[in-house]
């Protein structure tokens, strides 16, 4: 079969953005298509990495243990490095904020920028030796004011974020991307280099027929959760809903922008605020559910309103279709189910 000629207009995801920033007048400086250029080349770095884990003995345990208490996996290690060292070298960070590191690392003045990276640079690393699809995630805050660089430019409310994206390592690299006009994916041409756009304008279905939770944790759901769940696997009619829980959240939250549903990880009897942590797993994910028109709410409130604590910290999750999510509420909301 003769094979198409090759696109010569490829819309890479630098022409992309540019084109989004460039729209934007005299705002755009450059400096966030600047900034994501050095967080594609993480992606291809940790993409090339990851699959080439198994060959090159990278998978185990690196023998160390992160500010989680979590062992880390030698290719935690590598993808922390490689975003440290790419994001510093950019000269457009200020702050940065590492799931793998107990504290905000601030960039020295001479090589300082006007943003602040908070990110998971490989989030559900404890399946990768099952070669399950892991992720990085990211989120961009500005700094507060010109020039400065504390703790308090990353301590700001996520709606605060002026861009948020993920990484998909799996049988291609997906890199998943908002800068408040809308989310876009790209996936990358290892050929090329280049992230291409495949998935102009995600919108998630307003209603989906699948839910993502870890079901092992029932026994410690508060009851609004419980009564949701029962709701929808013995629907007074209809079909109940299919159950998919991959244990990542990236493959997770990408299948739920894509197919719709909801995903939840809520905080229970057991981990009282919940698992995920709100400045690098929350805050970009719910940035990016709610470019794509869907809901992200702790159950009790928009994820996007709360004002973290510690860099640290974690939170409640409910996100994904807004019907669905819409429907979770409704029990959070009857005094019926409050325990
Ligand atoms: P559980 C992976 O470790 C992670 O941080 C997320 O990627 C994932 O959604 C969650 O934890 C899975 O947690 O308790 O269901 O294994």
Redesign the pocket.
Known sequence: IEEAPPSTDLITLTRHVLGDQLRLGSAATGDLTLLLTAIQVTSKFIATNVRRARLINLVGLAGEQNVQGEDQKKLDVLSDDIMVNALRASGKCAVLVSEERENAIIIEEKNRGKYCVVFDPL?????IDAGVNVGTIFGIYQVLNDGSASLEDVLQQGSKMVAAGYTMYGSSANLILSTGQGVNGYTLDAALGEFILTHPDIQIPPRGKIYSF?E??SMFFHEPVNAYLHSIKYPASGKPYSAR?I????A?VHRTFLYGGIFG?PDDKKSKSG??RLLY?AFPMAFLTEQAGGVATTGKQRILDIVPKNIHERCSCFLGSKDDVNDLLKFYNDPKYAD
Not at 123 to 127: E, V, Y
Not at 247 to 250: A, E, K, N, Y
Request: hydrophobic residues 15%; proline residues 0%.
């Open positions: 989030d559900g690393s404890s399946n870890n092992g944790n829980y244990g990542s959240m990236v997770d990880y698992k995920l797993e």
